[in-house]
């Protein structure tokens, strides 16, 4: 075996995050690794990584016992991580990023900028990624970061590549492009240990299975020997339906309308749309097609050009993300980490982050009032944390976008913009935050969901609306009860020719 795991045990403070970690992985062997989020599935691949240390139990790298301290030791052996979420520097170019700490450098010790950019592009072109070595990364969009974040793990070499989450962020066709990568990856003889949340992914690219819940292996073994339903079932401890159906009612009175909105910081052009009083409704498009672009235009972030937003009918000038709070709207954003929480803050003073009044006594926190809040609210999204005083830089991913959920919860809005609510989540966790949505639409709610999954649009959405390159192509309602065929939506969604660099923001 190349890597083996065995009674691997890690604490943070008082919270357990693994118990019983068992693993091994052989060389030209794609291993998937499963699990809810909180599971330990990220806290196991960062002892492998270095990037944390076990508390006990043994790790074995071709039959010796090692200890790793940092990265970089595991670098050196042959051990590199693809990060769900991203750790790239966003003011250097693609090419700087990629060869981060491994410069080439001439005789005297200048970096060698040319022969990296060459080598660069020669990673870029050979898996036809649509990046470009010169571009900024903090230009890229999520899914461009991530892209460059395979780069530079495969450019460093390695025998074990360990990706979390790698297509959650990306379209169809750039995850059949990472496919491709890792299937060129084994036939090299390279480890693969691959971590996700997409259940159609399973079998498409995985050989072996080992399934994580509440910190242990309860189950490891062959991908052909294990249905679907089981995984699940050995994930969750509990019978969990693949698709999540919602009952969809009659929507009420328009809450949101838009008309004629255009940013000319962005390709956003002539947009008209509306939502309803418990309605959901959903937005496909390929990356790039402006999406996320709306939904910040909405929310104040970008600057409206033309155009103008009406809420209940009424007109409303939203300069600023501050405008749109007070107006109750809310935007769950793709990239929490970056925009979606204060890492370095408690969970409680993240979910009150937007309604701090609400918990105010004559300009004081009332921290009593905060805490007992914030512990029901946890309750109700079913938060895994030793309390709300735990960082929310702490939590699992999953459990990160629970807290980005109830910072709106708690600020009461009305208007609720859900930019890829689900990337990252487990399965249990996105029928919970499914039937969050349900249930805020049944309370009056009016809802965007922004999904790259149609499967999650044709089930949760009451319509979907296409976009395509900065405008809606078309409304595709629900008709005798039936969604739209992911062909109507594909069909709306491409574009005569596609734009050479999708990716980037």
Not at 23 to 40: T, Y
Not at 177 to 183: T, Y
Not at 363 to 375: A, K
Request: proline fraction near 3%; charged fraction near 20%; glycine fraction near 10%.
């Amino acid at each position: 075996m190349l890597l083996e795991l065995k009674n691997v045990q890690k604490r943070f403070g008082g919270v357990t995050a693994l118990r019983d970690g068992n693993l091994s992985v052989a060389a030209g062997e794609v291993h998937l690794l499963l699990g809810e989020n909180g599971a330990g599935k990220s806290t196991l691949m960062k002892i492998v990584a270095g990037i944390v240390g076990r508390d006990s139990g043994n790790m074995l790298w071709n039959g010796s016992e090692v200890f790793l301290n940092s990265p970089s030791e595991a670098g050196a052996i042959g051990i590199a991580m693809v990060n769900q979420e991203s750790l790239l520097a966003p003011h250097l170019t693609v090419t700087e990023n990629i060869f981060l700490g491994r410069e080439k450098k001439r005789p005297l010790g200048w970096v060698n900028r040319r022969a990296a950019i060459d080598d660069a592009r020669r990673i870029i072109d050979q898996y036809g990624f649509p990046l470009s070595p010169d571009m900024l990364v903090g230009h890229l969009s999520p899914a461009g970061r991530q892209l460059v974040e395979i780069c530079r793990a495969i450019r460093h070499g390695s025998s074990l590549l360990i990706f979390d989450e790698p297509t959650s962020s990306l379209s169809d066709t750039e995850t059949q492009q990472v496919f491709r990568i890792v299937r060129d990856l084994k036939s090299r003889g390279m480890g693969i240990i691959y971590i996700t949340h997409r259940m159609d992914e399973l079998r498409q690219i995985g050989d072996r299975v080992t399934v994580l819940r509440d910190g242990a292996t309860v189950h490891s073994g062959n991908m052909a020997d294990i249905a679907t339903d089981q995984l699940i079932h050995h994930m969750v401890g509990r019978e969990v339906d693949h698709i999540y159906e919602r009952e969809h009612l009659p929507p009420g009175d328009t809450v949101l309308e838009i008309r004629s909105l255009s940013v000319e910081s962005t390709h956003i052009r002539n947009i008209s749309c509306s939502l309803r009083k418990g309605e959901i409704v959903g937005m496909a498009g390929l990356i790039g097609a402006g999406r996320t672009e709306l939904c910040r235009a909405i929310f104040g972030v970008d600057t409206v050009t033309s155009g103008e937003i009406l809420l209940n009918g009424q007109p409303v000038k939203i300069r600023s993300p501050r405008d749109a709070v007070r107006s109750g709207i809310a935007l769950i954003t793709e990239d929490r980490q970056v925009s979606g929480l204060a890492l370095g803050l408690p969970i409680a003073a993240n979910m009150t982050l937007a309604n701090v009044e609400r918990i105010s006594r004559f300009g004081f926190l009332d921290l009593i009032s905060q805490n007992r809040l914030c512990t029901e609210l946890g309750k109700k999204m079913s938060l895994k944390a030793a309390s709300v005083a735990q960082g929310a830089g702490t939590l699992s991913g999953g459990n990160q976008q629970k807290v980005v959920i109830a910072k709106w919860l708690f600020r009461q809005a009305q208007v609720f913009l859900f930019d890829e609510p689900t990337r990252g989540i487990d399965i249990g966790a996105k029928t919970e935050v499914f039937e969050l949505m349900s249930e805020l639409a049944r309370q009056g709610a009016a809802i965007l969901m922004v999904s790259s999954e149609l499967t999650e649009l044709q089930h949760v959405a009451d319509r979907i609306l296409v976009m395509r390159q900065g405008r809606i192509s078309g409304e595709l309602p629900r008709i005798d009860g039936q969604s739209p065929s992911q062909e109507q939506i594909m069909k709306l969604a491409v574009p005569d020719a596609t734009p050479a660099n999708e990716i980037a923001a």
